[in-house]
């Protein structure tokens, strides 16, 4: 049985940071892309970070660029996101994701480019 399970999340003033996690259980993710979205209060599910097997391909939300960082370690089958400089708007319920390879910014920026999904883990920035 697969199982994606987010940790890390929690409360944290403007300007903070936040590192959260995901173990992936049940299966290789060899050639698996590895995400993170984000679903704020009332929001559609939007796409953060992507990183894939080899770490070779990254993509980040405009919104995220240059404050958060994707990274996966492969031996623990784990992949991160380093928060900071957190903002209010960073508020949300983040989830994990794996899919299969794609290299295309357009498809891995889906939702539906993913097979497996974690519960959710909530973040939430105060001003």
């Known amino acids: 049985q697969v199982q994606l399970v987010e940790s890390g999340g929690g409360l944290v003033q403007a300007g903070g940071s936040l590192r959260l996690s995901c173990a992936a259980s049940?299966?290789?993710?060899?050639?698996?892309?590895m995400a993170w979205f984000r679903q704020a209060p009332g929001k559609e599910r939007d796409f953060v970070a992507v990183?894939?097997?080899?770490?070779?391909?990254?993509y980040y939300a405009d919104s995220v660029k240059g404050r958060f960082t994707i990274s996966r370690d492969n031996a623990k089958n784990t992949v991160n996101l380093q928060m900071n400089s957190l903002k209010p708007e960073d508020t949300a319920v983040y989830y994990c994701?794996?899919?299969?390879?794609?290299?295309?910014?357009?498809?891995?920026?889906?939702?539906?480019?993913?097979?497996?999904w974690g519960q959710g883990t909530q973040v939430t920035v105060s001003s």
């Open positions: 994701a794996a899919g299969p390879f794609r290299s295309d910014s357009y498809y891995v920026t889906r939702d539906r480019a993913y097979e497996y």
């Open positions: 049940g299966r290789t993710f060899i050639n698996y892309n």
């Open positions: 990183v894939s097997w080899s770490s070779s391909i990254t």
